[in-house]
């Protein structure tokens, strides 16, 4: 069973910086990619980036070059470098590992706050 544990959040105030983690655990293809999310109090679900077993990383447009995700593969374990952060990042950050582009796993969450 593909367990994904999320941490790293917290409380930040406005242009700090947060490292979030995504630890992975049991048997995991190693055809995979790993996406995070977010959402927002009362908005939809958000794609952030992802990053594949190859190392080939994509980004959501707005966040424009603020974040960084990157993968040990070594550890099973993916980060979110984010910087240079605002109050509308302020949102629960999800990890989603996805195998060869069927089946999905999806982490419990953590809590990003950023205070002005």
């Known amino acids: 069973q593909v367990q994904l544990v999320e941490s790293g959040g917290g409380l930040v105030q406005v242009g700090g910086s947060l490292r979030l983690s995504c630890a992975s655990s049991?048997?995991?293809?190693?055809?995979?990619?790993m996406d995070w999310y977010r959402q927002a109090p009362g908005k939809q679900r958000e794609w952030v980036a992802r990053?594949?077993?190859?190392?080939?990383?994509t980004y959501a447009y707005s966040m424009n070059g603020r974040f960084t995700i990157s993968r040990d593969n070594a550890k099973n374990t993916v980060f979110l470098q984010m910087n240079s952060l605002k109050p509308e990042d302020t949102a629960v950050y999800y990890c989603k590992l996805t195998e060869r582009g069927v089946y999905e796993y999806w982490g419990q969450g953590t809590q990003v706050t950023v205070s002005s």
């Open positions: 990053i594949t077993s190859d190392g080939r990383t």
């Open positions: 049991g048997s995991i293809d190693s055809i995979n990619a």
